[in-house]
Nanobody, 118 residues
Framework: QVQLVESGGGWVQPGGSLTLSCAASGIIGSIVSMGWYRQAPGKQRELVATITSGGRTDYSDSVKGRFTISGDNAKNTVSLQMNSLNPEDTAVYYC????????????WGQGTQVTVSS
């Protein structure tokens, strides 16, 4: 059974930093990519950042230059360093992994709350 366990969410003041971490277990096949998505109240879930097993990264325009994603293929982990946080970053952040065995499958973590406020 695939599990994604997230950690590192919480409350931070505007301009502050947080680091989110996610560890995947029970993977059968290979990991194509890992990443982070977020969902604010009343909004759809959106991409934040992804990283492929080859190290290619992709960021949403709203976080470019502020967030950095990194991954460890050997440990099946992914982290998201978030700097210069602002209230618009407040959301539930979800870890995602895309795996391939016979076909592509997406798995999601349970989500971790990030709140940016003064």
């Amino acid at each position: 059974q695939v599990q994604l366990v997230e950690s590192g969410g919480g409350w931070v003041q505007p301009g502050g930093s947080l680091t989110l971490s996610c560890a995947a277990s029970g993977i059968i096949g290979s990991i194509v990519s890992m990443g982070w998505y977020r969902q604010a109240p009343g909004k759809q879930r959106e991409l934040v950042a992804t990283i492929t097993s080859g190290g290619r990264t992709d960021y949403s325009d709203s976080v470019k230059g502020r967030f950095t994603i990194s991954g460890d293929n050997a440990k099946n982990t992914v982290s998201l360093q978030m700097n210069s946080l602002n209230p618009e970053d407040t959301a539930v952040y979800y870890c995602n992994t895309e795996t391939r065995r016979y076909f592509i499958t997406n798995y999601w973590g349970q989500g971790t709350q990030v709140t940016v406020s003064s």
